[in-house]
């Protein structure tokens, strides 16, 4: 509101001012004095205002609301006669059960007031005789609100001399604004916020590895890392996961797997799936440009593979030169990976160059460095050399191609990097007559659209999706169970003799039989990896291995389990490893106690109180934007614009600094992305939408038994009772009875959802506008308890029958 407004509201209410009778009945109070000043002078219309709405507790004069969001309440008093505000007391601020209350009208007309509030959920309340008026809070932390303060106005001359304070009070621009909020309302109640942690000895203790791992480390870094390395051609070729193969549709996964960007049609981008032998249309076009290259006025071409992070574009352009042309002795490749480069654009020319030398040197040199000295070259870092270079082996007959990997991948610290890149690689091509294969991400091309920099290009483009995760998991696992039948092999590998054989043997068939998609638990522990991964299948491959050495996977119990089955019993007979087993293996790691500064998963309970005492903003932030996933921008699909959300947030008494931290967390651990597509982005972002890891975590994940088990000990609480007994149950390793320490952590996670459910409940309490705000629904807790129980239930039923 413009000064010229609120210098307009002030004219008319001076005129209002001169014009009050001293003596006016109830409803006299109203029509001439209450509703002019509401309407005429502080910006309120009719449509605000509902007048007489009926409730439990009686009639309410007024409610004022914004966008049908009711602000406060009013009871209105006669003049004069109803309640007077002794002339003595001068100050504006006053407690409310302090000496303003020994005025027994006052006093009477203030519990009314709140009565109505509470009842109709609003947070402020009005008393007026239109002459004064006391304006207080209703809700209060502990429902203590009689011991905070109100804001008082005399009389019609205390209002005329502080209009201002007036209007940044009760005018519907003080109401919309928040400056109703900060007059009326106190700083948030700074809770002692203590974690059980915070009394443990040495919280960082680690819980080492378990009785395998020093067995089968060798073999993970050997089979289950990328298959680049040239050693691992043979488990590149037996382990490649192709395009649309053996994809399971089981609903219960479907989001583990890729889908075209909404705009693939419009830029012609094309999914494309490998045989056994070939590799589909990326292949055919790879021919069609290697036939341009041999007309006698040789042409370059350009490609673009498109796909997320740890889709597998490298893994696919190593097999598709390793394996599927490796017969081709014509085709040569040369690879850039700029995962691995300077970030500086000036020397992007620099490190194409010296990538194209150094794979040569690796590759080529031997079988062509005769030919090369048969006509004076030598292979220099440098265009002139590099053209010359190009130039004789094209001569020779042979099909060359350049690699540029990770082109985007310094798009966030220079916004020009990606542009740069893809300039110079349409001029090369030209210039030397190459077949230039980009890879990237959908979003950093869709950028580039944007910007115009692809207008000139029309380059054949190529989506990879995430490869299935249960079928890249078997087969190398099933590919580890071979190389374990080759003492040969182990012990190229291993550099020796591989102990405990039999064990680490017995281990990968436990995993094999049980993370399966047609054994229910299996198809659980597949999507939580794969969810809380991201559809990263780099990821998704550190969190098993993670799981495969940590400490705190119990492989004696699995192997003393599984060595009662008859060897010959069918996969369900079998040794099924537990879904809270994997879960607590991957967020421990190999540490003894959960703290977030040391684990790749998110405590959603967190709170930060130099912005908030709520325990819910994580769940708040993933539950709007989760009601949002088919919102729709130009950019793509579940993109909410970040003022919306922090306006929504404020209506809901959210302030936009918990937003703002809420939302630098959940994208730090790949629960929301902006539209810049840099992690640690949110201050040149536009827009953010909760990603497939956001979803498993707010739909399943934060109601999972063992993430509650383990969150509890790093969360900060405000009820010294509850951390004295949480501390108290923290450490249960050194129960032997495996009953018992179930026990202690059903016992102790009970203790947390309690908790929870009061500090809920306590939230609600003490923000009405949580009730009705689009950003404060839903609750929590109770879902989350009822999935806790279930799984209780279903944990001592499976413990029942193992003894």
Same mark, same amino acid.
């Given at each position: 509101?413009?000064?010229?407004?609120?210098?307009?509201?002030?004219?008319?209410?001076?005129?209002?001012?001169?014009?009050?009778?001293?003596?006016?009945?109830?409803?006299?109070?109203?029509?001439?004095?209450?509703?002019?000043?509401?309407?005429?002078?502080?910006?309120?219309?009719?449509?605000?205002?509902?007048?007489?709405?009926?409730?439990?507790?009686?009639?309410?004069?007024?409610?004022?609301?914004?966008?049908?969001?009711?602000?406060?309440?009013?009871?209105?008093?006669?003049?004069?006669?109803?309640?007077?505000? &002794?002339?003595?007391?001068?100050?504006?601020?006053?407690?409310?059960?302090?000496?303003?209350?020994?005025?027994?009208?006052?006093?009477?007309?203030?519990?009314?007031?709140?009565?109505?509030?509470?009842?109709?959920?609003?947070?402020?309340?009005?008393?007026?005789?239109?002459?004064?008026?006391?304006?207080?809070?209703?809700?209060?932390?502990?429902?203590?609100?009689?011991?905070?303060?109100?804001?008082?106005?005399?009389?019609?001359?205390?209002?005329?001399?502080?209009?201002?304070?007036?209007?940044?009070?009760?005018?519907?621009?003080?109401?919309?604004?928040?400056?109703?909020?900060?007059?009326?309302?106190?700083?948030?109640?700074?809770?002692?916020?203590?974690?059980?942690?915070?009394?443990?000895?040495?919280?960082?203790?680690?819980?080492?590895?378990?009785?395998?791992?020093?067995?089968?480390?060798?073999?993970?870094?050997?089979?289950?890392?990328?298959?680049?390395?040239?050693?691992?051609?043979?488990?590149?070729?037996?382990?490649?996961?192709?395009?649309?193969?053996?994809?399971?549709?089981?609903?219960?996964?479907?989001?583990?797997?890729?889908?075209?960007?909404?705009?693939?049609?419009?830029?012609?981008?094309?999914?494309?799936?490998?045989?056994?032998?070939?590799?589909?249309?990326?292949?055919?076009?790879?021919?069609?440009?290697?036939?341009?290259?041999?007309?006698?006025?040789?042409?370059?071409?350009?490609?673009?593979?498109?796909?997320?992070?740890?889709?597998?574009?490298?893994?696919?352009?190593?097999?598709?030169?390793?394996?599927?042309?490796?017969?081709?002795?014509?085709?040569?490749?040369?690879?850039?990976?700029?995962?691995?480069?300077?970030?500086?654009?000036?020397?992007?020319?620099?490190?194409?160059?010296?990538?194209?030398?150094?794979?040569?040197?690796?590759?080529?040199?031997?079988?062509?460095?005769?030919?090369?000295?048969?006509?004076?070259?030598?292979?220099?870092?440098?265009?002139?050399?590099?053209?010359?270079?190009?130039?004789?082996?094209?001569?020779?007959?042979?099909?060359?191609?350049?690699?540029?990997?990770?082109?985007?991948?310094?798009?966030?610290?220079?916004?020009?990097?990606?542009?740069?890149?893809?300039?110079?690689?349409?001029?090369?091509?030209?210039?030397?007559?190459?077949?230039?294969?980009?890879?990237?991400?959908?979003?950093?091309?869709?950028?580039?659209?944007?910007?115009?920099?692809?207008?000139?290009?029309?380059? &054949?483009?190529?989506?990879?999706?995430?490869?299935?995760?249960?079928?890249?998991?078997?087969?190398?696992?099933?590919?580890?169970?071979?190389?374990?039948?080759?003492?040969?092999?182990?012990?190229?590998?291993?550099?020796?003799?591989?102990?405990?054989?039999?064990?680490?043997?017995?281990?990968?068939?436990?995993?094999?039989?049980?993370?399966?998609?047609?054994?229910?638990?299996?198809?659980?522990?597949?999507?939580?990896?794969?969810?809380?991964?991201?559809?990263?299948?780099?990821?998704?491959?550190?969190?098993?291995?993670?799981?495969?050495?940590?400490?705190?996977?119990?492989?004696?119990?699995?192997?003393?389990?599984?060595?009662?089955?008859?060897?010959?019993?069918?996969?369900?007979?079998?040794?099924?490893?537990?879904?809270?087993?994997?879960?607590?293996?991957?967020?421990?790691?190999?540490?003894?106690?959960?703290?977030?500064?040391?684990?790749?998963?998110?405590?959603?309970?967190?709170?930060?109180?130099?912005?908030?005492?709520?325990?819910?903003?994580?769940?708040?932030?993933?539950?709007?934007?989760?009601?949002?996933?088919?919102?729709?921008?130009?950019?793509?699909?579940?993109?909410?614009?970040?003022?919306?959300?922090?306006?929504?947030?404020?209506?809901?008494?959210?302030?936009?600094?918990?937003?703002?931290?809420?939302?630098?967390?959940?994208?730090?651990?790949?629960?929301?992305?902006?539209?810049?597509?840099?992690?640690?982005?949110?201050?040149?972002?536009?827009?953010?939408?909760?990603?497939?890891?956001?979803?498993?975590?707010?739909?399943?994940?934060?109601?999972?038994?063992?993430?509650?088990?383990?969150?509890?000990?790093?969360?900060?609480?405000?009820?010294?009772?509850?951390?004295?007994?949480?501390?108290?149950?923290?450490?249960?390793?050194?129960?032997?009875?495996?009953?018992?320490?179930?026990?202690?952590?059903?016992?102790?996670?009970?203790?947390?959802?309690?908790?929870?459910?009061?500090?809920?409940?306590?939230?609600?309490?003490?923000?009405?506008?949580?009730?009705?705000?689009?950003?404060?629904?839903?609750?929590?807790?109770?879902?989350?308890?009822?999935?806790?129980?279930?799984?209780?239930?279903?944990?001592?039923?499976?413990?029942?029958?193992?003894?």
């Amino acid at each position: 509101m413009s000064r010229q407004d609120i210098d307009h509201a002030f004219e008319c209410f001076k005129k209002l001012a001169h014009s009050i009778i001293t003596t006016l009945s109830e409803s006299d109070s109203r029509a001439k004095i209450i509703d002019p000043i509401f309407k005429e002078c502080l910006g309120w219309s009719e449509k605000d205002i509902t007048r007489e709405e009926h409730i439990h507790a009686g009639f309410i004069d007024y409610i004022f609301k914004i966008d049908n969001r009711p602000i406060f309440v009013l009871e209105a008093k006669k003049i004069g006669s109803s309640f007077t505000i &002794p002339l003595a007391l001068n100050k504006r601020r006053y407690r409310i059960d302090g000496s303003i209350s020994t005025d027994k009208k006052i006093k009477e007309a203030i519990e009314q007031a709140h009565k109505y509030s509470i009842e109709s959920g609003t947070r402020y309340a009005v008393v007026t005789n239109g002459k004064q008026f006391i304006i207080f809070e209703s809700f209060k932390h502990g429902g203590k609100w009689r011991e905070s303060f109100c804001t008082v106005f005399r009389s019609i001359e205390d209002i005329e001399k502080n209009f201002t304070v007036f209007w940044n009070t009760l005018s519907k621009e003080a109401a919309i604004s928040g400056s109703l909020k900060k007059s009326i309302s106190e700083e948030p109640v700074l809770l002692d916020f203590k974690r059980p942690l915070d009394f443990v000895h040495n919280e960082d203790a680690s819980s080492g590895k378990n009785i395998l791992a020093t067995h089968i480390s060798p073999i993970i870094q050997h089979i289950f890392t990328d298959l680049t390395d040239d050693s691992r051609i043979e488990i590149l070729r037996k382990c490649y996961v192709r395009q649309k193969q053996l994809i399971h549709t089981d609903k219960i996964i479907e989001t583990s797997f890729d889908k075209l960007p909404h705009y693939a049609k419009h830029f012609d981008i094309n999914w494309f799936r490998e045989s056994e032998a070939e590799s589909g249309g990326f292949q055919l076009s790879f021919e069609k440009c290697r036939e341009f290259l041999r007309t006698q006025m040789p042409v370059g071409s350009t490609i673009m593979l498109l796909g997320g992070i740890g889709s597998g574009k490298t893994t696919f352009i190593h097999h598709f030169f390793k394996v599927v042309m490796a017969d081709r002795k014509d085709v040569l490749w040369f690879y850039v990976d700029f995962g691995k480069s300077h970030p500086d654009p000036n020397k992007i020319e620099e490190t194409i160059y010296n990538s194209i030398v150094q794979h040569y040197d690796n590759y080529y040199r031997e079988r062509l460095e005769g030919e090369l000295k048969s006509v004076g070259v030598s292979v220099k870092p440098d265009s002139q050399s590099i053209l010359i270079f190009f130039s004789i082996l094209r001569y020779k007959g042979y099909a060359i191609s350049i690699v540029l990997d990770n082109v985007d991948q310094h798009s966030y610290t220079s916004p020009l990097y990606q542009e740069r890149v893809f300039e110079f690689a349409q001029n090369l091509t030209d210039r030397f007559k190459t077949i230039t294969i980009l890879t990237l991400r959908e979003e950093s091309f869709f950028r580039s659209t944007r910007s115009g920099v692809l207008d000139a290009y029309n380059i &054949p483009k190529f989506h990879i999706e995430s490869p299935n995760f249960e079928q890249l998991l078997r087969n190398r696992i099933e590919y580890t169970l071979s190389f374990l039948k080759d003492d040969k092999e182990i012990m190229k590998v291993v550099k020796g003799t591989l102990g405990k054989k039999d064990m680490v043997e017995l281990f990968f068939s436990i995993i094999k039989n049980s993370i399966r998609i047609d054994r229910r638990v299996g198809r659980e522990i597949l999507k939580f990896i794969n969810d809380v991964s991201g559809g990263n299948m780099r990821q998704a491959l550190r969190f098993f291995n993670t799981f495969m050495t940590s400490g705190n996977t119990d492989i004696g119990e699995m192997i003393d389990v599984e060595m009662s089955v008859p060897p010959d019993s069918p996969p369900f007979y079998h040794y099924q490893i537990p879904l809270h087993h994997i879960v607590r293996s991957i967020i421990l790691e190999d540490y003894r106690y959960y703290t977030s500064s040391h684990s790749h998963i998110i405590n959603l309970f967190q709170v930060n109180p130099q912005y908030t005492n709520s325990h819910f903003i994580h769940l708040r932030v993933l539950s709007y934007l989760h009601r949002r996933t088919n919102y729709f921008i130009a950019l793509d699909k579940g993109f909410v614009d970040i003022n919306q959300i922090i306006e929504s947030a404020e209506e809901a008494g959210v302030n936009q600094k918990a937003v703002e931290d809420s939302l630098r967390k959940l994208s730090h651990y790949g629960l929301v992305e902006y539209d810049n597509q840099n992690k640690d982005g949110y201050d040149t972002a536009i827009y953010v939408r909760i990603t497939t890891t956001g979803i498993y975590y707010f739909e399943r994940l934060v109601q999972n038994f063992a993430y509650l088990g383990l969150m509890l000990g790093d969360t900060p609480i405000c009820f010294e009772k509850t951390v004295q007994s949480l501390r108290r149950l923290l450490n249960v390793d050194y129960i032997p009875d495996k009953r018992e320490r179930m026990r202690i952590r059903f016992e102790r996670t009970e203790i947390f959802l309690e908790y929870l459910d009061k500090m809920e409940e306590e939230e609600f309490m003490s923000n009405p506008e949580l009730t009705s705000s689009d950003f404060g629904q839903p609750r929590f807790t109770s879902d989350i308890s009822n999935q806790y129980y279930d799984q209780k239930q279903y944990i001592q039923d499976k413990l029942g029958r193992l003894t």
